[in-house]
Protein backbone atom coordinates (compact mmCIF):
# COMPACT_ATOMS: atom_id res chain seq x y z
CA UNK A 1 0.00 0.00 0.00
CA UNK A 2 2.69 2.69 0.61
CA UNK A 3 4.95 1.69 -2.36
CA UNK A 4 1.07 1.80 -4.70
CA UNK A 5 0.16 4.98 -3.08
CA UNK A 6 3.51 6.78 -2.13
CA UNK A 7 6.38 5.64 -4.31
CA UNK A 8 8.18 8.80 -5.74
CA UNK A 9 7.68 7.98 -9.52
CA UNK A 10 4.66 5.32 -9.60
CA UNK A 11 2.75 6.15 -6.77
CA UNK A 12 -0.99 6.93 -6.99
CA UNK A 13 -0.52 10.29 -4.97
CA UNK A 14 3.25 10.91 -5.32
CA UNK A 15 3.14 10.98 -9.02
CA UNK A 16 -0.18 13.48 -9.24
CA UNK A 17 -1.79 10.64 -10.87
CA UNK A 18 -4.73 11.10 -8.32
CA UNK A 19 -7.76 12.95 -9.74
CA UNK A 20 -10.45 14.01 -7.53
CA UNK A 21 -14.14 15.50 -8.69
CA UNK A 22 -17.04 14.82 -10.59
CA UNK A 23 -13.91 13.75 -13.32
CA UNK A 24 -11.45 11.98 -11.22
CA UNK A 25 -11.82 8.79 -9.16
CA UNK A 26 -13.50 9.87 -5.96
CA UNK A 27 -15.10 13.26 -4.11
CA UNK A 28 -14.21 14.71 -1.60
CA UNK A 29 -15.57 17.53 0.99
CA UNK A 30 -12.97 20.03 -0.95
CA UNK A 31 -14.35 19.16 -4.26
CA UNK A 32 -17.63 19.58 -3.47
CA UNK A 33 -17.30 23.87 -3.55
CA UNK A 34 -15.95 26.18 -1.04
CA UNK A 35 -18.33 26.00 1.81
CA UNK A 36 -16.44 22.92 3.56
CA UNK A 37 -13.55 25.67 3.62
CA UNK A 38 -15.32 28.87 4.48
CA UNK A 39 -17.45 27.36 7.04
CA UNK A 40 -13.72 25.44 8.25
CA UNK A 41 -12.69 29.10 8.59
CA UNK A 42 -15.41 30.24 11.31
CA UNK A 43 -13.83 27.09 13.43
CA UNK A 44 -10.15 28.22 12.97
CA UNK A 45 -11.39 31.50 13.78
CA UNK A 46 -13.36 30.82 16.98
CA UNK A 47 -9.81 28.35 18.09
CA UNK A 48 -8.26 31.58 17.71
CA UNK A 49 -10.44 33.26 19.78
CA UNK A 50 -10.07 30.28 22.44
CA UNK A 51 -6.54 30.33 22.26
CA UNK A 52 -6.45 34.69 23.35
CA UNK A 53 -6.09 35.89 19.31
CA UNK A 54 -2.00 34.99 19.71
CA UNK A 55 -0.18 37.42 17.30
CA UNK A 56 0.88 34.34 15.12
CA UNK A 57 -2.14 31.47 14.66
CA UNK A 58 -0.55 28.33 12.33
CA UNK A 59 -2.54 25.96 10.15
CA UNK A 60 -0.58 22.92 9.66
CA UNK A 61 -2.72 21.04 7.01
CA UNK A 62 -1.11 17.78 5.78
CA UNK A 63 -2.52 16.31 2.59
CA UNK A 64 -3.03 19.15 0.48
CA UNK A 65 -3.43 17.60 -2.22
CA UNK A 66 -3.82 20.51 -5.12
CA UNK A 67 -3.93 23.45 -2.30
CA UNK A 68 -7.53 24.34 -2.81
CA UNK A 69 -8.86 23.61 0.81
CA UNK A 70 -5.74 25.77 1.78
CA UNK A 71 -6.99 28.59 -1.26
CA UNK A 72 -10.71 28.36 0.03
CA UNK A 73 -9.83 29.40 3.41
CA UNK A 74 -7.29 31.73 2.80
CA UNK A 75 -10.01 33.24 0.73
CA UNK A 76 -12.86 33.30 3.10
CA UNK A 77 -10.67 35.07 5.78
CA UNK A 78 -9.89 37.53 3.57
CA UNK A 79 -13.59 38.20 3.49
CA UNK A 80 -15.28 37.26 6.08
CA UNK A 81 -11.95 37.85 8.85
CA UNK A 82 -9.70 40.10 8.26
CA UNK A 83 -8.45 40.41 11.75
CA UNK A 84 -7.61 36.45 12.22
CA UNK A 85 -6.18 36.81 8.57
CA UNK A 86 -3.60 39.56 10.21
CA UNK A 87 -2.63 36.62 12.69
CA UNK A 88 -2.67 33.61 9.97
CA UNK A 89 0.22 31.94 8.98
CA UNK A 90 -0.47 28.49 6.98
CA UNK A 91 1.94 25.70 6.39
CA UNK A 92 1.51 22.90 4.06
CA UNK A 93 3.29 19.62 4.84
CA UNK A 94 4.04 17.65 1.40
CA UNK A 95 6.94 15.86 0.78
CA UNK A 96 6.01 15.57 -2.75
CA UNK A 97 7.35 18.40 -5.27
CA UNK A 98 5.04 17.48 -8.07
CA UNK A 99 1.99 18.02 -5.28
CA UNK A 100 4.08 21.28 -3.95
CA UNK A 101 4.59 22.85 -7.15
CA UNK A 102 0.39 22.63 -7.98
CA UNK A 103 -0.25 23.87 -4.66
CA UNK A 104 2.62 26.85 -4.83
CA UNK A 105 0.54 27.86 -8.43
CA UNK A 106 -2.73 27.38 -6.64
CA UNK A 107 -1.87 30.08 -3.68
CA UNK A 108 0.15 32.18 -5.88
CA UNK A 109 -2.37 35.44 -4.05
CA UNK A 110 -1.43 34.11 -0.98
CA UNK A 111 2.09 33.44 -1.03
CA UNK A 112 2.79 35.92 1.80
CA UNK A 113 0.93 33.54 4.35
CA UNK A 114 1.67 30.18 2.99
CA UNK A 115 5.12 28.23 3.86
CA UNK A 116 5.79 24.64 2.76
CA UNK A 117 7.58 21.68 4.82
CA UNK A 118 8.32 17.97 3.89
CA UNK A 119 7.86 16.66 6.92
CA UNK A 120 6.28 16.82 9.97
CA UNK A 121 9.46 16.46 11.93
CA UNK A 122 10.95 19.12 10.00
CA UNK A 123 8.40 21.98 10.81
CA UNK A 124 8.81 24.14 13.98
CA UNK A 125 7.03 24.35 17.28
CA UNK A 126 3.51 25.91 16.85
CA UNK A 127 0.61 27.41 17.69
CA UNK A 128 -2.78 26.73 16.51
CA UNK A 129 -4.55 23.96 14.44
CA UNK A 130 -3.36 21.07 12.78
CA UNK A 131 -5.62 19.71 10.07
CA UNK A 132 -6.48 16.96 8.12
CA UNK A 133 -8.95 15.80 5.65
CA UNK A 134 -9.25 12.21 4.38
CA UNK A 135 -5.32 11.79 5.25
CA UNK A 136 -5.55 9.01 7.88
CA UNK A 137 -7.61 6.04 5.65
CA UNK A 138 -5.14 6.05 3.08
CA UNK A 139 -1.85 5.84 5.39
CA UNK A 140 -0.85 2.29 4.71
CA UNK A 141 -2.23 -0.84 6.60
CA UNK A 142 -1.04 -4.07 7.17
CA UNK A 143 -3.39 -7.07 6.79
CA UNK A 144 -3.64 -9.71 9.40
CA UNK A 145 -6.13 -12.85 9.59
CA UNK A 146 -6.79 -15.60 11.35
CA UNK A 147 -9.09 -18.54 10.37
CA UNK A 148 -8.80 -22.16 9.03
CA UNK A 149 -9.44 -23.92 12.61
CA UNK A 150 -6.47 -22.27 13.96
CA UNK A 151 -7.09 -19.09 16.30
CA UNK A 152 -3.05 -17.43 15.48
CA UNK A 153 -2.90 -14.22 13.86
CA UNK A 154 -1.00 -14.46 10.50
CA UNK A 155 -0.17 -11.39 8.16
CA UNK A 156 -1.18 -11.40 4.34
CA UNK A 157 1.82 -10.49 2.76
CA UNK A 158 2.11 -9.75 -1.29
CA UNK A 159 3.99 -11.73 -3.46
CA UNK A 160 4.65 -12.38 -6.94
CA UNK A 161 3.52 -15.99 -8.77
CA UNK A 162 3.26 -16.15 -12.49
CA UNK A 163 4.00 -12.51 -13.06
CA UNK A 164 0.59 -11.15 -11.01
CA UNK A 165 0.90 -10.04 -7.65
CA UNK A 166 -0.94 -12.37 -5.31
CA UNK A 167 -1.32 -12.54 -1.39
CA UNK A 168 0.25 -15.35 0.86
CA UNK A 169 0.19 -15.32 4.49
CA UNK A 170 3.05 -15.91 7.04
CA UNK A 171 3.82 -14.89 10.58
CA UNK A 172 2.87 -11.23 11.92
CA UNK A 173 6.27 -9.29 10.50
CA UNK A 174 6.62 -7.21 14.08
CA UNK A 175 6.33 -6.97 17.64
CA UNK A 176 3.83 -3.81 16.95
CA UNK A 177 1.69 -5.85 15.49
CA UNK A 178 1.58 -9.09 17.93
CA UNK A 179 0.92 -6.49 20.27
CA UNK A 180 -1.81 -4.45 18.33
CA UNK A 181 -3.82 -7.88 17.90
CA UNK A 182 -4.23 -9.02 21.03
CA UNK A 183 -5.82 -5.73 22.02
CA UNK A 184 -8.31 -6.65 19.81
CA UNK A 185 -11.72 -7.43 21.23
CA UNK A 186 -13.55 -10.95 21.16
CA UNK A 187 -13.58 -11.54 17.25
CA UNK A 188 -15.37 -14.20 15.26
CA UNK A 189 -13.00 -17.46 14.44
CA UNK A 190 -13.19 -16.34 10.95
CA UNK A 191 -12.03 -12.90 10.96
CA UNK A 192 -9.51 -10.52 8.50
CA UNK A 193 -8.70 -6.65 9.58
CA UNK A 194 -6.10 -4.10 9.31
CA UNK A 195 -3.61 -2.78 11.50
CA UNK A 196 -1.79 0.71 10.64
CA UNK A 197 1.09 1.36 13.29
CA UNK A 198 1.97 4.67 10.96
CA UNK A 199 -1.15 6.42 12.38
CA UNK A 200 0.72 6.23 16.25
CA UNK A 201 4.12 7.36 14.82
CA UNK A 202 2.02 9.86 12.94
CA UNK A 203 0.25 11.12 16.41
CA UNK A 204 3.80 10.99 18.11
CA UNK A 205 4.94 13.54 15.56
CA UNK A 206 2.12 15.68 15.94
CA UNK A 207 2.29 15.24 19.88
CA UNK A 208 5.94 16.86 19.82
CA UNK A 209 4.94 19.97 17.52
CA UNK A 210 2.27 21.07 19.29
CA UNK A 211 2.76 23.28 21.82
CA UNK A 212 -1.16 25.08 22.07
CA UNK A 213 -4.24 24.29 20.45
CA UNK A 214 -5.62 22.03 18.55
CA UNK A 215 -5.68 18.65 16.37
CA UNK A 216 -8.97 18.54 13.79
CA UNK A 217 -8.77 15.28 11.89
CA UNK A 218 -11.67 14.77 9.07
CA UNK A 219 -12.18 11.30 7.55
CA UNK A 220 -14.54 8.01 7.90
CA UNK A 221 -14.41 5.34 10.28
CA UNK A 222 -15.97 3.94 13.29
CA UNK A 223 -15.30 3.31 16.65
CA UNK A 224 -13.95 0.48 17.98
CA UNK A 225 -16.76 -1.87 18.50
CA UNK A 226 -18.18 -1.00 15.14
CA UNK A 227 -14.84 -1.31 13.31
CA UNK A 228 -14.17 -5.10 14.90
CA UNK A 229 -17.92 -5.97 14.49
CA UNK A 230 -18.58 -9.53 13.88
CA UNK A 231 -20.28 -8.56 10.73
CA UNK A 232 -16.90 -6.88 9.18
CA UNK A 233 -15.18 -10.05 9.21
CA UNK A 234 -13.11 -9.10 5.75
CA UNK A 235 -12.04 -5.72 6.93
CA UNK A 236 -12.68 -2.31 5.37
CA UNK A 237 -9.96 -2.08 2.61
CA UNK A 238 -11.18 -0.63 -0.19
CA UNK A 239 -9.98 -0.22 -3.82
CA UNK A 240 -11.47 3.07 -6.02
CA UNK A 241 -11.01 4.18 -9.58
CA UNK A 242 -13.54 6.62 -11.37
CA UNK A 243 -15.84 6.62 -8.71
CA UNK A 244 -15.93 2.76 -8.80
CA UNK A 245 -15.12 0.21 -5.94
CA UNK A 246 -12.30 -2.63 -6.76
CA UNK A 247 -11.96 -5.21 -4.43
CA UNK A 248 -7.92 -6.07 -4.59
CA UNK A 249 -5.45 -3.72 -3.96
CA UNK A 250 -3.41 -5.96 -6.39
CA UNK A 251 -4.85 -4.75 -9.88
CA UNK A 252 -3.84 -1.73 -11.37
CA UNK A 253 -1.04 -1.03 -8.72
CA UNK A 254 -0.37 2.53 -8.60
CA UNK A 255 -3.11 3.76 -10.85
CA UNK A 256 -6.10 3.36 -7.75
CA UNK A 257 -7.25 4.66 -4.37
CA UNK A 258 -6.42 2.23 -1.65
CA UNK A 259 -8.51 3.18 1.70
CA UNK A 260 -9.25 1.42 5.14
CA UNK A 261 -11.10 3.25 7.82
CA UNK A 262 -10.02 4.56 10.76
CA UNK A 263 -10.12 2.91 13.97
CA UNK A 264 -10.90 6.16 16.28
CA UNK A 265 -10.90 4.84 19.85
CA UNK A 266 -7.64 3.40 19.41
CA UNK A 267 -5.90 6.99 17.69
CA UNK A 268 -7.21 8.66 20.45
CA UNK A 269 -5.90 6.31 23.23
CA UNK A 270 -2.52 6.64 21.12
CA UNK A 271 -2.93 10.88 21.05
CA UNK A 272 -3.98 10.61 25.25
CA UNK A 273 -0.54 8.69 25.88
CA UNK A 274 0.90 11.63 24.03
CA UNK A 275 -0.28 14.47 26.00
CA UNK A 276 -3.32 15.35 24.13
CA UNK A 277 -7.08 15.73 25.43
CA UNK A 278 -9.46 14.50 23.82
CA UNK A 279 -11.89 17.21 23.14
CA UNK A 280 -14.75 16.00 20.34
CA UNK A 281 -15.89 14.00 18.15
CA UNK A 282 -18.96 14.26 15.39
CA UNK A 283 -19.97 13.33 12.53
CA UNK A 284 -20.02 15.64 9.66
CA UNK A 285 -24.40 16.44 9.54
CA UNK A 286 -23.92 17.50 13.60
CA UNK A 287 -20.59 19.25 12.94
CA UNK A 288 -22.53 21.73 9.96
CA UNK A 289 -25.50 21.92 12.48
CA UNK A 290 -23.14 23.83 15.00
CA UNK A 291 -21.23 25.78 13.07
CA UNK A 292 -24.32 27.39 11.04
CA UNK A 293 -26.32 27.64 14.30
CA UNK A 294 -23.69 30.24 15.80
CA UNK A 295 -22.04 31.75 12.25
CA UNK A 296 -25.16 32.17 10.08
CA UNK A 297 -25.41 35.86 10.59
CA UNK A 298 -21.99 35.76 9.20
CA UNK A 299 -21.59 33.75 6.18
CA UNK A 300 -25.67 33.46 6.14
CA UNK A 301 -25.96 35.08 2.63
CA UNK A 302 -23.02 32.85 1.23
CA UNK A 303 -24.19 29.70 2.86
CA UNK A 304 -27.70 30.33 1.11
CA UNK A 305 -26.27 31.33 -2.76
CA UNK A 306 -24.62 27.43 -2.36
CA UNK A 307 -27.54 25.68 -0.99
CA UNK A 308 -26.83 22.76 -3.26
CA UNK A 309 -22.96 22.51 -1.94
CA UNK A 310 -24.47 22.68 2.14
CA UNK A 311 -26.63 20.03 1.41
CA UNK A 312 -24.65 17.54 -0.25
CA UNK A 313 -22.21 17.84 3.06
CA UNK A 314 -24.48 17.86 5.69
CA UNK A 315 -27.32 15.68 4.48
CA UNK A 316 -27.27 12.55 6.02
CA UNK A 317 -27.83 10.56 3.32
CA UNK A 318 -25.24 12.43 1.16
CA UNK A 319 -22.03 12.68 2.68
CA UNK A 320 -23.75 14.13 6.33
CA UNK A 321 -23.03 10.75 7.74
CA UNK A 322 -20.00 9.84 5.92
CA UNK A 323 -17.11 11.93 7.78
CA UNK A 324 -16.48 11.91 11.77
CA UNK A 325 -14.68 15.07 12.97
CA UNK A 326 -12.27 14.27 15.99
CA UNK A 327 -11.18 17.59 17.89
CA UNK A 328 -8.08 16.62 20.22
CA UNK A 329 -6.38 19.39 22.15
CA UNK A 330 -3.43 20.92 23.82
CA UNK A 331 -3.22 23.84 26.76
CA UNK A 332 -7.07 24.99 25.92
CA UNK A 333 -9.49 25.01 29.03
CA UNK A 334 -12.14 22.59 28.80
CA UNK A 335 -15.25 25.20 28.92
CA UNK A 336 -14.19 26.77 25.90
CA UNK A 337 -16.18 24.75 24.08
CA UNK A 338 -15.94 24.80 19.81
CA UNK A 339 -19.51 25.44 17.70
CA UNK A 340 -19.05 22.44 15.77
CA UNK A 341 -19.35 20.10 17.98
CA UNK A 342 -21.81 22.20 20.55
CA UNK A 343 -24.48 19.25 18.96
CA UNK A 344 -22.19 16.36 19.59
CA UNK A 345 -22.45 13.50 22.16
CA UNK A 346 -19.75 12.93 24.92
CA UNK A 347 -17.11 11.91 22.70
CA UNK A 348 -15.89 8.92 25.67
CA UNK A 349 -19.19 7.54 25.01
CA UNK A 350 -19.31 8.26 21.53
CA UNK A 351 -15.64 6.01 21.55
CA UNK A 352 -16.07 3.35 24.39
CA UNK A 353 -13.36 4.98 25.89
CA UNK A 354 -13.82 5.36 30.11
CA UNK A 355 -14.92 8.12 31.41
CA UNK A 356 -12.70 10.84 32.41
Known amino acids: ?????????????????CVVGRRGDYFTNV???????????????QMWENLGTPALFTIVEQGAHSGQFAADVLHAATQTAPEFLKSL????????????????EMLRDFERHVSWCDSLENIEPFEGVHFSNELLDAMPVHLVRR????SRWRE??????AGTFVFEEGPLSSDVLREAVAQLPELPPEYSTEIRPAANDWMHSIAKKLVRGYLLAVDYGYPRREHYAPHRSSGTLQCYSRHQRHESPLVRVGEVDITAHVDWTTLVERATNEGLDLTGFTDQHHFFTGLISDFAGQVGAFIESERRQLQMLANPTLLGRTFDFLLLSRGVPVARRLSGWKFGRDPRVTLGLPAA
Do not use: D, K, N, W
Open 31 to 45: SVGPVFATLLTMQFQ
Open 156 to 161: RYVAEA
Open 89 to 104: RYCIVEPFPVLAERQR
Open 147 to 150: GGGS
Open 1 to 17: MEQALYHPQHGYYSSGR
